[in-house]
């Protein structure tokens, strides 16, 4: 089970830390993402990582302004978004999907992901 947090109304400009906390034995084998969807769109993937060390993927609009980050210790994947844009409004899901490895690449289909948050959500005003 993974429970999300952190969402809620800022300006633009500003920043907000999304946390993730998973239980049931999801985490320490599972590679962890973060994905978003705002009203009519697809969800799309924003960040992913696998191994606490490993280097992160990002998609192209969030690049140099999120950060995803991963607590084997107490279970928790975060991100970090900095300079938040009206566009950057959305629910933002949590994800999880096994792996046997910390080393590959890094899964950006929603499809590929067998666990899922409850979504929270983040509304940046002009």
């Known amino acids: 089970q993974l429970q999300a947090s952190g969402g809620g109304l800022v300006q633009t400009g500003d920043s907000l830390r999304l946390s993730c906390v998973a239980s049931?034995?999801?985490?320490?084998?599972?590679?962890m993402a973060w994905f978003r969807q705002a009203p009519g769109k697809e969800r799309e993937f924003i960040a992913g990582?696998?191994?606490?060390?490993?280097?992160?993927v990002y998609a192209n609009s969030v690049q140099g302004r999120f950060s995803i980050s991963r607590d084997n210790i107490k279970n928790t994947v975060f991100l970090q978004m900095d300079t938040l844009k009206p566009e950057d409004s959305a629910v933002y899901y949590c994800?999880?999907?096994?792996?046997?490895?910390?080393?590959?690449?890094?899964?950006?289909?929603?499809?590929?992901?067998?666990?899922w948050g409850q979504g929270t959500k983040v509304t940046v005003s002009s």
């Open positions: 994800a999880g999907r096994r792996i046997t490895s910390i080393f590959g690449p890094i899964t950006t289909s929603a499809a590929s992901y067998m666990y």
């Open positions: 990582i696998r191994g606490s060390r490993s280097t992160p």
């Open positions: 049931g034995g999801i985490f320490s084998s599972h590679a």
